[in-house]
């Protein structure tokens, strides 16, 4: 069997085609927001909206999960949670140090738990 399915083209295609779909986009919001004021009061509000999204899909995800996040016990999931949070401030509001020790300590508890 040959073509785009096999091997590792088939991550090199996906990565291009996510890659084409999304990057146009961004330079063209990078260039025309060059004479916007970050402090306008729509941008604040903007931005308060979508940390907010963010935060109800976080606790979604952590207090109603679906998929195979639902077999991991919630205790877990809200030690992973807090961990992360935890590391976050102490790594001086690192996002990746907050997101990373989360997720490696879901997965670990998950790797422990199910053998």
């Known amino acids: 069997m040959s073509g ?7 991550y090199l295609f996906l990565f291009l085609a996510g890659f084409c779909a999304t990057q146009p986009w961004r330079y063209l919001g990078v260039f025309l927001s ?10 604040v509000w903007v931005r308060a909206v ?20 639902a077999s991991v016990p919630q205790n877990v999931r809200l030690g992973a949670f807090f961990l992360g949070i935890c590391v976050f401030y102490l790594a001086r509001k690192s996002l990746a140090a907050g997101v990373l020790s989360g997720a490696g300590a ?7 738990l199910m053998r």
Not at 4 to 10: P, V
Not at 50 to 69: D, E, F, I, N
């Open 4 to 10: 785009l399915g096999t091997g590792g083209w088939s």
């Open 106 to 112: 879901l997965m670990l508890a998950q790797y422990f």
């Open 34 to 43: 060059r004479g916007i004021n970050e402090d306008a009061e729509i941008l």
């Open 50 to 69: 979508s940390t907010a999204l963010v935060a109800g899909l976080v606790a979604r995800m952590v207090l109603l999960p679906a998929g195979a996040l």
